[in-house]
C-alpha cells in the first residue's frame, strides 16, 4: 500500500501553486524582469528592434511578475509592515535590481542577435 501512496504524494509535492515563493526567490526574480527590460533599450540602443519579442515575453511572464510581486508584499505584511511600507518595499526591491542589472548589462553586454534566447533563458531561471 506504501508504494502505491508514494506516486501521489509526489504529485502533490511537485505540482506548482502548492509551495509559495520564498521571499528570495522573488527578489532573484525582480533581478531577471529588470534586466529584460533593460537589454531590450540596450539592445534598441544598438538598432536592434525587440520590443514586440519582449512585450510577448512580458505579457507571457505577467502572472510570474504579480506573484512576485504579491511574495515581496506578503512577506512585509508578515513582519508587521503597513501596506505604505510595503510598497516601498517593493520599490526598493525594483530599484535593487535595476542597479544590478544596469551593472550587468555594462559589464557583459546582451547578444542582441539572439535576443530571442536571451529572453528563453529569463524565462528558464525564474522561480515560480
Known sequence: MK????PIALSFALSPGLHAMTFADAGENLTYFE???LSIDHCESRGFSRRADYSAWREKNEPTYRETINAIRNEAAKRGLP???????VAE??????????ANI?????VCEKYGAVLQMYSDLLKR
Open 106 to 110: 555594462s559589464r557583459k553586454g546582451i
Open 35 to 37: 534586466h529584460a527590460k
Open 83 to 89: 501596506k505604505a511600507e510595503q510598497d516601498m518595499i
Open 93 to 102: 526591491g525594483i530599484k535593487a535590481a535595476k542597479t544590478e542589472s544596469q
Open 3 to 6: 508504494k502505491n501512496l508514494l
